[in-house]
């Protein structure tokens, strides 16, 4: 009876010393990763208070997240449940009243036929409804407390929300204050452009006001598009704009800060959106540029989409619609927000 020893011998004699050594070396590769293939892989799943984990199995190489079939589509995720229109008087549309409920004065939110969410709610069919609840003067606070003893605006939304528009922060950096320091040179106030110091302040403050909100309307509407706008440019920067008491200088400057208003809430936007993804969660985070949405229509034009400073002689003061999109402003903001629904993210939805 031969062992195992003298076989080998045998087999080695008959293949050759270099034939054998390949022989071994695959048979060795095959024991090595057979089980790799074979066995499935073992994972911790955390439960409980986060100390303890129980066992789950999956095979290696299978993604246990990712969804089968293709990504939705960019119109599917917005209108798959309701659409909740938030934010200030830019969302709520002072300024474009064509009404006379429009002009209520006891409708302190001023919420009108003609803002652009009007538009957008019949340009595509939710599945849940719809809700208008911006609100004007409204900050990031407001949309979170409520405004004008409103319910929060951040109660409107929830886990069926699937789009939510919104302008925000203007209020937040008190641009129409410095507006009106600007408009209004009494020899006590501040010039013009003196003012920057308190609006970096105020923009230092949304930095981080904004994200918060950002993050507390996700949470409570996880499968939501949430669609951030910024602020149009208002002054065309020539002399004799409207008779409104702004030098070019000054048109330029007030315009910069609208610019720089919108560059806060894209990064804001972006750095949102960029979280989201890296959990591959659902819902997404976007930005419409509106600065440049009223080009050859800013205050003082032939045809403005802005409209330029009305005063309320008898209580001299400056009306609400001052320096607010006019109706063909907010038509021409409701075509980017329902150009944006149609196009989406740069990245695939859930």
């Known amino acids: 009876m031969t062992g195992p020893g003298s076989w080998l011998r045998s087999l080695r004699e008959r293949m050759g010393e270099r034939r054998f050594a390949v022989l071994v070396l695959v048979g060795l590769l095959v024991l090595a990763f057979a089980p790799l293939v074979a066995l499935p892989a073992v994972r911790c799943e955390v439960f409980g208070d986060g100390n303890g984990c129980r066992e789950r199995t999956a095979l290696v190489g299978a993604d246990p997240v990712a969804a089968p079939g293709d990504p939705l589509t960019p119109v599917a995720v917005a209108t798959r449940g309701s659409y909740a229109a938030l934010g200030d008087s830019y969302s709520s549309g002072v300024g474009a009243e064509a009404s006379v409920a429009d002009q209520n004065p006891l409708a302190r939110c001023h919420r009108t036929s003609k803002a652009y969410y009007n538009e957008v709610s019949k340009a595509f069919r939710f599945s849940k409804g719809t809700g208008f609840w911006a609100c004007s003067g409204a900050t990031t606070e407001d949309v979170r407390d409520g405004r004008h003893g409103e319910p929060p ?3 409107r939304v929830g886990a069926d929300t699937s789009l939510v528009t919104m302008s925000i922060g203007g209020n937040d950096i008190g641009f129409s204050k410095v507006v009106a320091g600007c408009v209004v040179k009494l020899p006590w106030s501040k010039g013009c452009t003196e003012q920057g110091r308190s609006i970096a302040e105020n923009m230092s403050d949304l930095r981080r006001d904004l994200p918060a909100l950002i993050a507390d309307i996700h949470a409570r ?13 208002a002054f065309s920067e020539v002399n004799g704009t409207a008779g409104d008491n702004l030098s070019v200088s000054e048109q330029q400057w007030l315009n910069a800060r609208a610019y720089d208003l919108g560059r ?21 985070v976007e930005f419409v540029d509106a600065y440049s949405a009223f080009a050859g229509h800013e205050v ?20 609400p619609r001052s320096y607010h999109p006019t109706v063909n402003g907010q038509h021409a903001l409701a075509g980017l927000f329902i150009e944006q629904i149609r196009k989406g993210p740069a990245r695939p939805l859930r």
């Open 264 to 284: 806060l809430i894209k990064d804001a936007a972006a750095e949102a959106d960029a979280r989201i993804a890296a959990r591959r969660g659902q819902g997404s």
């Open 153 to 155: 605006q951040l109660g």
């Open 300 to 319: 003082g034009s032939r045809d403005p989409y802005m409209n330029g400073l009305a005063v309320n002689l008898s209580a001299l003061e400056a009306e």
């Open 221 to 233: 509407a996880p499968r939501a598009r949430i669609i951030l706008m910024g602020y149009p440019k």
